[in-house]
């Protein structure tokens, strides 16, 4: 359209004009310009976003400093935020050297470990008591079953005096074969009860047979028990009992000097196999301690006769000093009994150490 109005016409330069608002004259140019005006303005109508939109602001930088500065929006979840769970400490049959890897390991699967762990422990304690309750039971039926037997036990020898009274009284005349078979002739009645007496009384003696021998063999158990457990002792103490060169000559040395002090041979037997006591005070166990105590005075003389000092070295042709005699045989007894362990020597440097002693 603005190039039919700005087109010559007749190739002469011809001059239009239109009216305004207010009827004045209004140039070819100013039209034009009015019209571009009018085609912006409503292409920019269009172009322009709905009304409810907020305007946009003039200065980008502007608007990212004020959202800076303001706070950031919260929802309902980020203000209810849940606090932090308190550390899980490792269970307590777990060993020092798996600490270290504890913290590795997830808090979720750590409760569950602890969970189990606690499980486990419950069932263990559990399983504890009831095995102790159940051996406390069985103690407790084992004693009163022991109680039980002693009891019946005790009352066998009773039992069997008066089963044999009773055959003293009712059957006085049997005595012999004969006797019992002129009884089952004569009397059959009669012999009738005397066969069921004789075998109560039969009866009654085997149990109180079983018995005893049940008795010894607990005596023989429990000495057998008490010689492992003494010689175990012995063996710490004196380790020669425990070489097997050295062990049997000495206890072959100490059956010899057993005899010596007035033992027999039949008596120790009895006592190595427990069927005899022996008292503390038997004449020859206490020699047996005097002689002890003598050689520990002796051992404890001669450690302080080592311990003094030997006497100074002479000259050749020099007088020796007084008692110098005495030492020189208390050094030579000293040297024997560590040599030899004699206990006559043992006595005699006693006696020299006694006599010197009084000397001085």
């Known amino acids: 359209m603005s190039d039919e109005l700005d087109a010559p016409t007749g190739g002469a330069e011809t001059s239009m004009s239109y009216p305004t608002a207010d009827n004045s004259p209004m140039s070819v140019e100013d039209a034009a310009r009015s019209l571009t005006d009018a085609r912006a303005k409503a292409f920019a109508k269009l172009n322009q976003p709905a009304e409810s939109a907020p305007e946009a602001t003039a200065d980008p930088e502007l608007a ?42 997830d808090p ?3 409760e569950r470990i602890v969970n189990r762990d606690r499980e486990d422990q419950a069932a263990i ?11 406390k039971a069985l103690a407790a039926q084992r004693e009163a079953a022991e109680k039980a037997r002693q009891q019946y036990e005790a009352q066998l020898p009773a039992l069997m005096q008066e089963l044999q009274n009773a055959q003293q009284n009712a059957f006085a005349d049997i005595k012999t074969v004969d006797d019992v078979t002129r009884l089952a002739n004569e009397d059959p009645f009669r012999y009738l009860q005397w066969q069921a007496h004789q075998t109560k009384l039969q009866a009654v003696n085997a149990e109180n047979e079983r018995a005893r021998t049940a008795k010894e063999q607990a005596e023989q158990a429990k000495w057998a028990e008490h010689v492992q457990k003494e010689n175990a002792l012995a063996a710490e103490l004196i380790p020669d009992l425990a070489d097997k060169d050295k062990g049997p000559a000495l206890t072959k040395r100490a059956a010899d000097r057993l005899s010596e002090l007035g033992f027999k041979q039949e008596e120790l037997n009895a006592l190595a196999s427990g069927k005899e006591k022996l008292s503390l005070y038997d004449h020859r166990i206490q020699q047996l301690i005097f002689s002890d105590l003598k050689l520990s005075d002796i051992q404890k003389a001669t450690k302080s006769v080592a311990a003094k000092p030997l006497p100074p070295v002479q000259k050749p042709g ?38 010197s002693r009084r000397r001085a």
């Open 318 to 355: 020099t007088a020796k000093p007084a008692g110098s005699g005495v030492t020189e045989n208390i050094q030579a007894l000293t040297r024997q009994l560590n040599e030899t362990g004699d206990l006559k020597i043992a006595q005699q440097l006693r006696a020299l150490q006694i006599s």
């Open 108 to 110: 979720a699967l750590q």
């Open 125 to 135: 304690k559990r399983a504890f008591n009831e095995a102790a309750d159940e051996r």
């Open 64 to 105: 990212v400093e004020a959202n800076a500065d303001s706070p950031p929006e919260t929802t309902g979840e980020d203000e209810a935020v849940e606090p932090a769970k308190p550390a899980i400490d490792p269970p307590k049959s777990w060993t020092k050297d798996l600490h270290e890897h504890w913290a590795n390991l």
